[in-house]
Structure formats: structure tokens, C-alpha cells
């Protein structure tokens, strides 16, 4: 097959442009099926962290962001189902609902803890079985261990889909971290800086999510050390934001 010059010229600088793009730039974009896990498990640890750090202002105003946040998101969802639509209403139901519960733990009822990781679930479940492109739930995973966290810190045990354990929402995080681990390390750091601190940022946070030691019903870390809620929620939080920016 015989190509013109100009023809051939362009056809060389394209294979070369994309020879040049670095794997984050070539990766699959956010979808707005993930954007809506993303801050479904986000406004849930808002809701953790203002509970759990006695009803401070700004946790407040956290939470508030971010149910608007979540609501964005699912209006930028091209026909979210109606069993979508549901499950948001219900899981918004119950972040107001753990808000106006008293600041002591004994005002919450026994079993709210339970229905909050419920409706968590069944909104991802739903979020997860809207049409999308790409397969990487790298943010989603990450703010789901980021609730997993945080639900150990200042409630309890996170309650898994245990029914679904070929999905990251039955998985805690002795599966969680090495694939989030994974799917980081095969990004060209040396081609792209902002690898690097993607990197860095989640070496911290493996650390204290492998410690998490949800295996175990004493609420102790493996390391013996004490949780830190509010650093991995504030690392877990940069890293999505950082990634999904890149996307």
C-alpha cells in the first residue's frame, strides 16, 4: 500500500505522540460510574470522622460537601437506574440519620452501624451495575479501605459484601491493598512525575491499612499501634483526588 508523503509524515508523528504518552495519560479515564462510588464512600467517612472526632464544625461541613458531591455525581450519570436512584436516597437517609444521633456513643442505636455499611453496599453494588467503560476501580477501592478504616477506628468491624467476594466490596484489606498496590506499580514512574507521588502517598497509606487487621475481632491493629483515622482519611482522600485528576 503506497502512502503519500504527507500522508506518511502524519501517520509518523501520531505513532509518535503515542509512543510518548505516559501509561497514567493512556490509562482508562474515571468514569462517572466510579465518580459516584468514589463520593458515596467518601461522604460515609465523612460521617465517621464527625462522629467519631465529636461533631466538630468543619467535620460538619465535610459531610455536607459531600452529599452534594455524591448528588453532582449522580446527575452526571447518563441514566442511572432506578434502583440507583434508591439506594442514594437511602444511603443519604442514614448519613442524616447517624447525624442526628447524640455525640455519645451509647446514643447510637445497635444495629445503625450495621444499616449505614448496608446502604453503603447496596448503593455501590447498584453504582457498580450502571454501563461503563474501563475496569480500573483504583479511587473506589481506595475510599472503600479508607470507610473499612475509619469504621474500625471509632465504631467497629466494617460489615463486607461477603457474598460477593470476587468484587472489592467483599474484600478487606488482605486483598484490597496488593491489588491497589499492583495496579501502581505497573505506572512508568520515570515518565511521569506525578507517579512518583501517587507512589509515595501510598506507601504511607499501605502501611496503615495492612495493619488494619480486620481478621480480627479485637479492634487492635497487627503492629499493636494505635489507629490513626484522621491521617489515612486525609491521605486516602489526596491520592483519589490526585488520581482522578490525572483521568
Do not use: C
Amino acid at each position: 500500500m503506497r502512502f503519500n508523503p504527507l500522508f506518511r509524515k502524519l501517520l509518523i508523528w501520531t505513532f509518535g505522540l503515542l509512543a510518548g504518552l505516559s501509561p497514567v495519560v493512556l490509562a482508562e479515564a474515571v468514569t462517572p460510574q466510579e465518580r459516584v462510588q468514589v463520593h458515596a464512600s467518601r461522604a460515609t467517612s465523612s460521617l465517621l470522622l464527625l462522629r467519631g472526632e465529636g461533631f466538630q464544625k468543619s467535620h460538619q461541613a465535610r459531610l455536607d460537601a459531600d452529599i452534594q458531591a455524591l448528588a453532582a455525581a449522580m446527575q452526571s450519570l447518563p441514566q442511572p437506574s432506578a434502583e440507583l436512584r434508591a439506594s442514594h436516597l437511602q444511603l443519604v437517609t442514614q448519613l442524616r440519620l447517624g447525624v442526628s444521633f447524640g455525640p455519645n456513643e451509647e446514643d447510637v442505636p445497635w444495629g445503625y452501624p450495621q444499616d449505614l455499611s448496608k446502604s453503603l453496599r447496596d448503593f455501590l453494588h447498584a453504582a457498580r451495575h450502571q454501563p461503563q467503560e474501563g475496569d480500573s476501580e483504583l479511587s473506589a477501592k481506595v475510599e472503600y479501605l479508607a470507610v473499612q478504616y475509619l469504621s474500625r477506628s471509632y465504631v467497629g468491624s466494617f460489615e463486607i459484601a461477603r457474598e460477593q467476594p470476587d468484587t472489592y466490596l467483599g474484600q478487606d484489606e488482605r486483598l484490597l491493598v496488593p491489588a491497589v498496590d499492583q495496579e501502581l506499580a505497573a505506572l512508568d514512574q520515570a515518565a511521569t512525575p506525578d507517579v512518583g507521588k501517587l507512589k509515595v502517598r501510598w506507601e504511607y497509606l499501605k502501611a496503615a491499612l495492612s495493619d488494619m487487621n480486620s481478621k480480627s475481632n479485637t479492634l487492635e491493629s497487627v503492629s499493636g499501634r494505635p489507629f490513626a483515622p484522621i491521617t489515612v482519611d486525609r491521605h486516602s482522600r489526596a491520592l483519589t483526588t490526585q488520581w482522578m485528576a490525572a483521568h
